[in-house]
């Protein structure tokens, strides 16, 4: 059952976001260190595929039940659905809602949503959350839009002042503070997790602000 706390520190990398043949430890890592919510996605050049892709994913799912953490597939909804995921993140190009309800009935749903256009043109009738960003130029995502900064997870806040927000984008322990302050339950973070030296203290830093 979802609840707004899971997205505190949300979790999100593949493998092309880590060090080559890491993403178990780094993953079993951040469990460790208390992250709230983990999201496959397996993007980029060298992106795994087919039964890879699902041995992988299977693989991460179990290290997240150890933890009692939701396991989220990025976009890929027969994966999700092969292996009873625990939810889907779909962004505004992917997979309509409205056709994959029926089989995520009880499973976490997020949708991403990067202004007011976009918000507004969505079915938000079965998401639990949306991802909202990027705030901050971010380097893991060749797709990004231009930043809304800060001000986008404020207004989007006083918009819908109910629905569930995780905020995305060049988010760092140091600057994450005026982002939940604004507004977000929540912060999803690659980069800052997936390449750091210290990832028990990055974790632990994101979480500081929920106290």
Known sequence: MFNKEMLRVYFIAGTSDVPDGQLENV??????????MYQFREKGPHALTGDDKEALAIRLFSLCKAYNVPFIVNDDVSLAKKIDADGIHLGQDDEKIENIIEDFKGKII???VGNFEEY???DLTH???IGVGPVYET?????AKK???I??????????EDIPIVAIGGITSTNCEMII????DGISTISSIARSKNIPQVVTDYLQYYK
């Open 27 to 36: 993953l079993k890592s951040a469990l460790e260190a208390g992250i709230t």
């Open 110 to 112: 997020g949708l991403s």
């Open 120 to 122: 507004d043109q969505s």
């Open 127 to 129: 998401v639990d959350y």
């Open 139 to 143: 380097s893991s995502k060749s797709d």
């Open 147 to 149: 930043p809304g900064g």
């Open 151 to 160: 001000e986008l997870i404020r207004k989007m806040r006083l918009y819908d």
């Open 181 to 184: 302050g604004s507004g977000a």
